[in-house]
């Protein structure tokens, strides 16, 4: 079956660090662009990061743009999200997701596989 799990979330005071892992099973890693969103309480999904299928094209939203990098081992199927300067704001439930197709895609409804979500609480 294929599946998508997340690890790495928790506490952690304003101005530090996190690094997220997404474990992929059950398809060519390689041949899947890959991202990352968070929802935080009573809003929408949103856009983090996303990285194309050979790591070699990444995009970011701006909020996050300079803090966060998004990487990937293929070799190990995982996906990951380094977060520093974490600010309060950036306090959400954090989601990787795959898509068919190596290109990288902004948008939630471009992706057809998702993780159960990490929690990210960042404390002021």
């Known amino acids: 079956q294929v599946q998508l799990v997340e690890s790495g979330g928790g506490l952690v005071p304003a101005g530090g660090s996190l690094r997220l892992s997404c474990a992929a099973s059950?398809?060519?890693?390689?041949?899947?662009?890959a991202g990352w969103f968070r929802q935080a309480a009573g809003k929408e999904r949103e856009f983090v990061a996303a990285?194309?299928?050979?790591?070699?094209?990444?995009t970011y939203a701006d909020s996050v743009k300079g803090r966060f990098t998004i990487s990937r081992d293929n070799a190990k199927n995982t996906l990951y999200l380094q977060m520093n300067s974490l600010q309060p704001e950036d306090t959400a439930v954090y989601y990787c997701?795959?898509?068919?197709?190596?290109?990288?895609?902004?948008?939630?409804?471009?992706?057809?596989?998702w993780g159960q979500g990490t929690q990210v609480t960042v404390s002021s």
């Open positions: 059950g398809r060519t890693f390689e041949s899947s662009g």
């Open positions: 997701a795959a898509r068919r197709g190596v290109l990288l895609a902004t948008t939630p409804g471009n992706y057809d596989l």
């Open positions: 990285v194309s299928g050979r790591g070699r094209t990444t």
